[in-house]
């Protein structure tokens, strides 16, 4: 169960990105229409490329989405399940092939670490919450789409939406650790869209990127002997990523 405003914080991401979209998408046909090919010096070059390769800088911020279970209502110990926000960063591989004037398709094999919490507010009041801390490095393989505007003065704005598998290779010393911590799988799946621009100069393209990821396999190792376990149903991943293209 996640507290009000962890809800509402997500709430507010989901409505900034449509927006973000939104905009960035009813500039296209604006941006089309002034193009004209004026100031599109470096563009013409890489132009000429069917595919270039790159390397991306990240910082991203990930948390998890628990649901409770059905039998959250039988426990009396724990009032409350939330989730805290960690912060991490990315390094990774960009491979691009394009398709056609204005789509890509991408290939991004990169190297994330995160940290991740699940908060148990304890009905006794005396009582400290407890905090379940995961600590993750996933090696990712996401693979995009991505639609481009017409460039305009060696500038050109993108959409990309697409899909993620991700494996926790820290997993294997969390599993060494007792038995009284909720185990989260190392598998993981996720759908990401974003949206972001590029900058065309002599020698390399530059690109700026917002994305989220939201996960759609239940991430919960469920053990019956464990309440901070038994009183959730699934637990989904949810990452924001703010990365930075080097491709030429």
């Known amino acids: 169960m996640q507290a009000i405003n962890i809800r509402r914080l997500f709430a507010l991401h989901g409505y900034q990105v449509i927006l973000f979209l939104l905009l960035t998408t009813g500039s296209f046909q604006s941006v089309q229409a002034q193009a004209g090919g004026k100031g599109n010096y470096n563009y013409f070059e890489f132009q000429q490329k069917p595919y270039y390769f790159g390397i991306t800088l990240g910082l991203n911020n990930s948390s998890f989405t628990p649901f409770r279970s059905r039998d959250f209502i039988f426990s009396d110990s724990i009032q409350a399940v939330s989730s805290i926000k960690g912060p991490g960063f990315n390094l990774g591989i960009v491979t691009n092939l394009k398709i056609g004037e204005y789509f890509d398709f991408r290939f991004l094999p990169t190297l994330s670490f995160g940290e991740r919490k699940l908060l148990y507010d304890k009905s006794n009041r005396q009582s400290e919450p407890s905090q379940r801390t995961v600590e993750s490095v996933f090696v990712e393989m996401p693979f995009h789409f991505r639609y ?45 869209y974003g949206a972001g621009i590029q900058f065309f100069f002599p020698y390399f393209i530059f690109s700026p990127e917002l994305k989220f990821s939201h996960g759609i396999g239940n991430t919960l190792i469920f053990n019956p002997s464990l309440e901070e376990s038994t009183v959730l149903e699934k637990v989904l991943s949810r990452t924001f990523t703010f990365s930075l293209h080097f491709e030429g």
């Open 148 to 192: 481009k505007s017409a460039p305009y003065r060696d500038k050109r704005l993108f959409v990309l939406a697409g899909v993620k598998y991700s494996f926790d290779v820290a997993s294997d010393s969390r599993a060494r650790q007792a038995e009284s911590f909720v185990k989260i799988s190392p598998h993981d799946f996720a759908v990401e």
